[in-house]
């Protein structure tokens, strides 16, 4: 059974940085490319970065690049999101899940997601 657990989430001030951290289980990490969504009640979810299989790339939402950077550790089965510069705009509920293609394999986000995490950007 997938389980997708994340943490890290705070309120933090404009300009401030975070370190989200998502611990995976259930499923061969190494086969799947992974990626973070963040959602606001009353939108859709969005993909805010993509890792590949290997970590060898890395793709951005155009909002949150160059202050944001995706990055995964294939020997504990997690993946990390490194926030800086944080803006109020970027106050969400950040998830892990996977998603997209690495190499010729692509993949659809499990079923099953974790609860998230809160991320408030506010002075």
């Known amino acids: 059974q997938v389980r997708l657990i994340e943490s890290g989430g705070d309120l933090v001030h404009p300009g401030g940085s975070l370190r989200l951290s998502c611990a995976t289980f259930?499923?061969?990490?190494?086969?799947?490319?992974m990626r973070w969504y963040r959602q606001t009640p009353g939108k859709q979810r969005e993909m805010v970065a993509h890792?590949?299989?290997?970590?060898?790339?890395?793709d951005y939402a155009d909002s949150v690049k160059g202050r944001f950077t995706i990055s995964r550790d294939n020997e504990k089965d997690m993946i990390y999101l490194q926030m800086n510069s944080l803006k109020s705009e970027d106050t969400a509920r950040y998830y892990c899940?996977?998603?997209?293609?690495?190499?010729?394999?692509?993949?659809?986000?499990?079923?099953?997601w974790g609860q998230g995490t809160q991320v408030t950007v506010s002075s």
């Open positions: 259930g499923f061969t990490f190494d086969d799947y490319p």
């Open positions: 899940n996977t998603g997209g293609c690495s190499g010729s394999a692509c993949h659809s986000p499990f079923t099953s």
């Open positions: 890792i590949s299989t290997r970590g060898g790339r890395t």
